[in-house]
């Protein structure tokens, strides 16, 4: 089987509105906080199990403590108009959670009915997921993996932090930003060329 999806996303500390949504935001607290099943973020679930760790530098609940310790230590230096600077606390709205969903199409329940019977199929799925996303992630960069058998399909939750980075810049690990950054770098704009 392939995937049903795969979604790569970025967040800050900030909450910023869900598109299509009039009362639903993300940040990263509460995306940190859905993976890990935490009550008040999984009341989308009609009855939520325990995320199972999967692979990761850190675990789900030491990545959730480093990227917080991490995150409130964060400063940056902001040059005035008359050139002297200063240090001031990271912008909220400064990407610094990497996450990525990969969802399969085997529905949760049925694998839940007779894991013996999916086992292997789930197992290489989930072994290609930790294969490429390690092959892509640069040096200095600590992540945790979970997954979910809880909702419709299962699927698996990867968070990501680019410690190294001395801003914890999460789009510098994601694949279309990276992307779109070396073509702007290349051809000398900051607008794209549309599809």
Do not use: C
């Not at 240090?87 to 007779?114: G, M, N, V």
């Amino acid at each position: 089987m392939a995937y049903q999806f795969a979604h790569i996303e970025t967040y800050s500390a900030q909450s910023t509105p869900v598109k299509g949504s009039k009362d639903h935001y993300n940040n990263a607290d509460q995306v940190l906080g859905e993976a890990a099943r935490d009550p008040q973020y999984s009341t989308h679930v009609e009855i939520p199990l325990p995320a199972q760790q999967f692979f990761g530098t850190l675990t789900l609940s030491d990545f959730r403590e480093k990227y917080v310790q991490l995150r409130a230590q964060l400063t940056e230096t902001v040059t005035r108009k008359d050139g002297s600077t200063y240090e001031r606390k990271l912008r909220q709205d400064a990407a610094t959670l990497y996450t990525e969903i990969h969802s399969h199409p085997l529905k949760s329940a049925e694998f839940l009915a007779e894991p013996d019977t999916h086992v292997e199929t789930i197992s290489a799925w989930m072994l290609h997921i930790k294969e490429d996303f390690k092959g892509r992630m640069p040096n200095g960069v600590d992540y945790t993996s979970v997954l979910h058998l809880d909702e419709a399909h299962v699927h698996i939750h990867i968070l990501a932090m680019n410690t190294a980075d001395p801003k914890l810049d999460a789009n510098k690990l994601h694949v279309g930003k990276i992307a779109a950054a070396k073509f702007r770098e290349a051809h000398g704009s900051d607008a794209g060329v549309p599809l």
